[in-house]
RNA sequence: GGUCCUGUGGCCGAGUGGCUAGGCAGAGCUCUGCAAAAGCUCCUACAGCGGUUCGAAUCCGCUCGGGACCUCCA
């Protein structure tokens, strides 16, 4: 088999992947900031690395797969900012910041379900890690890369710069950081402008602050994905993943901070996803265009002409290669939506298949060696840096294998009886497993296929009595409830909800 | 302004210099009481202009268009 390959930000080509440790796998891969709802565009960071993450697993690594929550910093929430600045009123009327974390931590979580991302192996906090985030600053301190002023602490760049390669990742050039940073509040207390901040002092009144050698205040961004990824992988581990938006400054920062306390550079294999854009521009907050997940799923935006369901919208981003643009439209979607039912029925379909009696010696036969290509090539494309898209091409390439031996149009033995094996096995791990992708429809217990059961038997009575009134009316009255009834060849029907 | 990416058929998107991507939409046919589904077939494009090459969507140059980062950002 083909040995996996990964496309390293770092050194901007693809190289093999070699992991540290010999059958272990260290995976850091940025959070959300819990200061408000995740939209679209935040769905697909945590939707490709699921994939890689359940690949990694299917090649037989162990995983640590570390995914932060940034709950700590300038917290507000939308029209209540004000009242942070009011001291006076009751506990319970001022805005508490970590009844904001809880609550959107908690609406995170469920939207990462109704995706169906497995779980990091670990999520820690920012707030749970201030301890050693304080203790990598000092040590910055201590090697004489960072300074206080004014209770705050930062990181000296062009200290840094002079004796390493600062701006690699991001394919920046220290003269022109310096340079052409724009004016910032509190640029005159650093030393550069583009040093920055690694503790920032507060005013009494803000709400998320806590104590530190430098006074009161919070921790700097950059160095809170340091300190955690530090402490549960190790100073050197083997992917940090994340969007591309976060290559400058916050990666950057990363490797810098973490280079010094721990002497060597943290991350041997960077990854980064493209962006979503929606009109051809990137969904983020900068533009305010972003949609929230949970209209996504509800269908109530301006923009949305209906609702999709959640593995639709991972389906639509598996479609793509993760480092390319992602364009959002109602149309892209309802043709994800479409193509997913219809690879979806087709993989059902394969399950309700057997071989009886033994295949044909179809070895030489062409479908049996067009199907065990396209098979093998599932791993092919996702060992050349996660080609999702190619591996969803070779999965409708089967479809019609599927649908035709379904339909007996094309005997379930013109496979050998291995490849039919093969084909049953690996379609199911890679959909399922691999892709994560399942069934849109929810309402599918064993009642409900009773009830069904019975009605196909009445209504294929009435059409046996040529009774089409009554024939027609159980099809169109289950369709006016959202249920399709098919009539399929020799008598049999199936049926699917929408 | 600096750095980088990008421009593929009606839409979304794969594409390693020569070999059908795929999905959706559309057209025709088959099956069928009708419908839906399914199957088969068709629709075969690479922004423009040059260049390299036996051969370029793929490499190089220029032009035009779009975007990302340089500030919080997935």
């Known amino acids: 088999m083909s040995e996996l390959k990964v496309y390293n930000s770092y050194s901007r080509q693809k190289e093999v992947f070699t992991p540290l440790t010999r059958g272990h796998v260290g995976m850091y891969v940025c959070g959300p900031t819990v200061s408000g709802e995740s939209h679209l565009g935040h769905a697909r960071p945590y939707i490709t690395f699921d994939v890689i993450y359940r690949y990694l697993q299917h090649l037989g690594y162990k995983v640590r797969y570390v995914r932060n929550i940034t709950d700590a910093g300038h917290f507000e929430e939308e029209g209540r900012e004000a009242e942070d600045k009011i001291s006076k009123k009751a506990v319970l009327e001022k805005l508490e910041p970590m009844e904001l974390v809880q609550k959107y931590t908690n609406l995170f979580h469920w939207a990462m379900a109704q995706f169906n991302?497995?779980?990091p192996t670990i999520e820690p906090t920012a707030t749970g890690h201030i301890v050693e985030q304080i203790g990598m600053i000092q040590q910055l301190i201590q090697a004489g890369y960072a300074y206080e002023v004014n209770g705050s602490v930062y990181f000296d760049l062009k200290k840094y710069a002079a004796s390493h390669d600062y701006g690699k990742l991001s394919g920046r050039v220290i003269e022109d950081l310096l340079e052409t940073t724009r004016e910032l509040e509190g640029q005159e207390e650093k030393k550069d402008k583009a040093d920055f901040a690694l503790w920032k002092s507060v005013a009494p009144?803000?709400?998320m602050r806590w104590q530190s050698p430098w006074g009161v205040g919070f921790p700097g961004w950059h160095i809170e994905c340091s300190a955690m990824a530090t402490k549960y992988l190790g100073p050197e581990f083997d992917i940090h993943g994340g969007g591309m938006d976060l290559l400058f400054p916050h990666h950057e920062s990363e490797i810098a901070q973490s280079t010094i306390c721990n002497h060597s550079a943290p991350v041997r294999y960077w990854i980064h996803n493209n962006m979503i854009t929606i009109n051809g521009r990137k969904m983020g907050k900068s533009y305010n265009n972003q949609i929230r997940l949970t209209e996504m799923f509800s269908g109530d935006h301006p923009l949305l002409e209906k609702a999709f369901h959640p593995v639709t919208i991972r389906f639509f981003i598996l479609q793509t290669h993760y480092r390319s643009t992602l364009d959002f439209s109602n149309e892209a979607l309802q043709a994800s939506e479409k193509?997913?039912?219809?690879?979806?029925e087709a993989y059902e379909n394969l399950g309700r298949l057997t071989m009886t009696g033994e295949g044909a010696a179809a070895k030489e036969a062409e479908l049996d060696v067009k199907v065990r290509r396209l098979l093998d090539e599932f791993d092919?494309?996702?060992?050349?840096?996660?080609?999702?898209?190619?591996?969803?091409?070779?999965?409708?390439?089967?479809?019609?294998?599927?649908?035709?031996?379904k339909d007996k149009t094309v005997p379930v033995t013109a496979l050998s009886k291995e490849t039919f094996?093969?084909?049953?096995?690996?379609?199911?791990?890679?959909?399922?497993?691999?892709?994560?992708?399942?069934?849109?429809?929810e309402a599918d217990n064993e009642k409900l296929r009773g009830v069904?059961?019975?009605?196909?038997?009445?209504?294929?009575?009435?059409?046996?009595?040529?009774?089409?009134?009554?024939?027609?009316?159980?099809?169109?009255?289950?369709?006016?409830?959202?249920?399709?009834l098919k009539d399929e060849k020799g008598g049999e029907m199936s049926w699917s909800i929408e």
């Open 421 to 441: 094996e093969l084909l049953q096995s690996k379609f199911k791990t890679w959909i399922e497993d691999i892709l994560g992708l399942k069934s849109v429809t």
């Open 205 to 207: 009144e803000h709400i």
């Open 117 to 119: 991302t497995i779980p």
């Open 452 to 484: 069904m059961q019975l009605l196909i038997d009445i209504r294929r009575e009435a059409k046996g009595k040529k009774d089409f009134a009554t024939s027609d009316k159980i099809r169109n009255q289950l369709a006016q409830l959202g249920i399709t």
């Open 339 to 344: 193509g997913l039912k219809r690879l979806w």
């Open 380 to 405: 092919e494309f996702m060992n050349d840096d996660f080609s999702t898209a190619k591996v969803l091409a070779n999965m409708f390439e089967i479809v019609p294998v599927i649908n035709s031996m």
